[in-house]
T-cell receptor, first 108, second 113 residues
Framework: AQRVTQPEKLLSVFKGAPVELKCNYS??????LFWYVQYSRQRLQLLLR??SRESIKGFTADLNKGETSFHLKKPFAQEEDSAMYYC??????????FGAGTRLFVKA | KAGVTQTPRYLIKTRGQQVTLSCSPI?????VSWYQQTPGQGLQFLFE???????NKGNFPGRFSGRQFSNSRSEMNVSTLELGDSALYLC????????????FGQGTRLTVV
């Protein structure tokens, strides 16, 4: 079955602390994975994609095929990082499957 | 360029009615996907249209249907509305090929009373 799992519905950290949002996927093919973010009162938007191997707003994510994971990490959380984060998988049939989302709350 | 536009932004309907939501994708985008977003379930995939054909479908009942026009604009229809259909309905457009970024609309907030 094709599935994206984000085990944490809510993650609360202090400003300056490291943050890791977990994402695990189930897919028999070669995965194309993304992280999307939704800030308060804004549209859902792409944060980063695994093939780009880029760092956006200090966030990085590494694809681990052995553990079927694509965790999102940032060494020092900022208050403006507070948002809803969704991990997404694109299948070979061009279907995008989203996880349930993790709400990140960064406390001052 | 203009973003993804969804209309209307808000709707209130009563149980048993039907509703049609509209989505205008980014110019040049050929794929439109629809999602239902609720606090408890997150983003649930409804269906995806590419070049006027439904290419993918989620696990929603047949009351949920959609279509795409030759200009890539898409509509979603929900018949015989139920209270549980209250949600934010999001539309996203992409070029339609593999590994492309999805651009989302602001959504239509549907409330069923």
């Amino acid at each position: 079955a094709q599935r994206v799992t984000q085990p944490e519905k809510l993650l609360s950290v202090f400003k300056g602390a490291p943050v890791e949002l977990k994402c695990n996927y189930s897919y028999s093919g070669s995965p194309e994975l993304f992280w999307y973010v939704q800030y308060s009162r804004q549209r859902l938007q792409l944060l980063l994609r695994h093939i780009s191997r880029e760092s956006i707003k200090g966030f990085t994510a590494d694809l681990n095929k052995g553990e079927t994971s694509f965790h999102l990490k940032k060494p020092f959380a900022q208050e403006e990082d507070s948002a809803m984060y969704y991990c997404a998988l694109i299948t070979g049939g061009f279907k995008t499957i989203f996880g349930a989302g993790t709400r990140l709350f960064v406390k001052a | 360029k203009a973003g993804v536009t969804q209309t209307p932004r808000y709707l209130i309907k009563t149980r048993g009615q039907q509703v049609t939501l509209s989505c205008s994708p980014i110019s040049g985008h050929r794929s439109v996907s629809w999602y239902q977003q609720t606090p408890g379930q997150g983003l649930q995939f409804l269906f995806e249209y590419f070049s006027e054909t439904q290419r993918n479908k989620g696990n929603f009942p047949g009351r949920f249907s959609g279509r795409q026009f030759s200009n890539s604009r898409s509509e979603m229809n929900v018949s015989t509305l139920e209270l549980g259909d209250s949600a934010l309905y999001l539309c996203a457009s992409t070029m339609g090929s593999y590994d492309t970024e999805a651009f989302f609309g602001q959504g239509t907030r549907l409330t069923v009373v």
